[in-house]
């Protein structure tokens, strides 16, 4: 299992713009219905960085993630938005309570 968190920021003039793109990702998520993935994405206060937080049961739904015309969509500009280039970590789950913001 991998777990991910990825971490941006946007020119402010390109905040809409990416979002809109990241939406468009979730709307393929919806309708492909990935097994194994479980996927975020948040603003932060500052209105202009942006995390994602995904876990991937195996590297094929890494695969499918990556595949998707949206996401190829979302990435491949990426650095042209961005004021922060995005930082990728893995991350431990160290805690976790009733996590999910759906």
């Given amino acids: 299992m991998k777990k991910v968190l990825v971490r941006y920021r946007i020119k402010a003039n390109k ?6 793109l990241v939406k468009e990702v979730y709307k393929q998520l919806h309708e492909k219905q990935i097994e194994g993935l479980r996927y975020t994405t948040v603003k932060l206060e ?3 960085t942006f995390v994602h937080i995904a876990h991937h ?43 999910t913001w759906d």
């Fill in 46 to 48: 500052d209105g202009v």
């Fill in 15 to 20: 905040v809409a713009e990416n979002e809109q």
């Fill in 57 to 99: 049961e195996n590297e094929q739904v890494s695969k499918e993630l990556g595949s998707l015309p949206a996401f190829k969509k979302f990435t491949e500009n990426i650095n042209d938005r961005c004021d922060e280039l995005p930082l990728v970590s893995s991350v431990s789950i160290i805690g976790s309570y009733n996590f």
